[in-house]
């Protein structure tokens, strides 16, 4: 017999960008950080870290960062449900409510695959709904597979593209089940879903320190949603799913949101110039509405680039699947990093 249960033996685990070890000299694109530092104000809470936090437990509410969420984005302080990264609250929805072939998930494809992680471990079913080549969300489709829960990423990865806000508004209006939609990477965007949850009680929105606010190492993630969409949420949650620690220096960060802008701002004008390098070498590249772009090499060859750069100590995400084996996903580094990255190509296309 095996130690786990059968879906679990039948899955394939997420598999996570690489990480290089600290120290090491790396340029890293290929995961999506922030180039820049995480604002002063998180910093100086870690510098002025006192004992007492880490002796009691947590807030098992963190309420102090939602009450900091709920000044900068003007939402209700009870509509906020927090996560260890917006990752926790991802499989906190699918625990909750997706199980076996009656409550499927549902998400058009290609995208972030660890809702696929997921729900396989639950386990759902899962309904992969092909985008078409335009990126244009197949409303009809989605709501066909009638989901329990359907994710919309928008930015959406690796694509870099975001469903317009009637598309989703469609959406929720027609689907029975929940919709969630994972703006992980709304702080390069130039709109957001977040006015869907006033209207519909089926619809959550997630959200990130990872990325506009350069945290990814601290893992704090948040979503907004009607109170009785997050009252079954509670239920299934750990209780101190998110450290002290975190709280404190997550509030500090969604509080200075003057210096989240101005990062988040120098990235799009350096997306915009990665794009056009990207283009000048022969590059197709994707518009992109994340802190990143899809780009796919003149000759296809996207696998033997990634190793190319890899040898040359710049990671980017090359995904070895159906649709994406052609294409190299670049993380938008600082103006420095790029460049590096434009010269490194125009050595390999030689």
């Keep these: 017999m095996s130690y786990f249960r059968p879906a679990i033996d039948a899955m394939t685990g997420y598999v996570p960008g690489e990480q290089p ?19 002063p104000d998180a910093v100086n809470i870690l510098r002025n870290l006192d004992s007492e936090w880490l002796r009691r437990y947590p807030d098992p509410f963190a309420r102090e960062f939602c009450a900091a969420v709920s000044e900068a984005l003007g939402v209700p302080a009870d509509w906020i449900i927090v996560g260890n990264g917006s990752d926790d609250v991802l499989n906190v929805l699918v625990r909750a409510c997706a199980e076996g072939r009656d409550r499927k998930v549902v998400y058009p494809m290609p ?3 660890l809702y696929r992680t997921l729900a396989a471990m639950q386990p759902a079913e899962v309904v992969e709904v092909p985008y078409p080549q335009d990126f244009t969300l197949p409303i009809d489709e989605l709501v066909a597979a009638n989901g329990a829960i359907t994710f919309i990423a928008s930015p959406n990865s690796p694509s870099g593209h975001s469903v317009p806000l009637d598309d989703l508004r469609t959406l929720a209006q027609r689907v029975a089940g929940i ?20 209207e519909f009680e089926n619809v959550i929105v997630l959200r990130t320190l990872s990325k506009g606010y350069s945290l990814a190492g601290l893992r704090m993630g948040f979503a907004v949603a009607h109170p009785k969409l997050l009252a079954g949420l509670f239920k299934v949650k750990d209780s101190y799913n998110i450290d002290a620690i975190a709280t404190l ?34 590059f197709t590249v994707l518009d992109s509405q994340g802190n990143f772009v899809l780009a796919t090499p003149p000759e296809g060859n996207a696998e033997q680039l990634y190793l190319g750069l890899k040898e040359r100590g710049i990671l980017v995400r090359y ?3 159906p649709g994406l084996d052609n294409k190299l996903r670049i993380s938008v580094g600082t103006d420095e990093q790029n460049q590096t990255l434009i010269e490194a190509l125009v050595s390999l296309l030689k």
Excluded: H, W
């Excluded at 694109?29 to 530092?37: M, S």
């Excluded at 500090?252 to 070498?281: F, H, P």
């Design 111 to 113: 995208t972030y695959v």
């Design 249 to 282: 220096v997550g509030a500090a960060a969604m509080r200075d949101q003057a210096y989240k802008n101005a990062c988040a701002e120098k990235v799009k004008i350096s997306r915009a110039k990665l794009t056009v390098d990207l283009k000048n070498l022969g």
């Design 319 to 321: 995904f070895k699947q």
């Design 21 to 39: 070890k600290p120290g090491t000299k790396i340029i890293k694109l290929n995961t999506n950080e922030n180039p820049y530092p995480p604002s």
């Design 179 to 198: 919709v969630a939609i994972d703006e992980a990477y709304v702080d390069f965007a130039e709109s957001s879903a977040l006015p869907l949850v006033q």
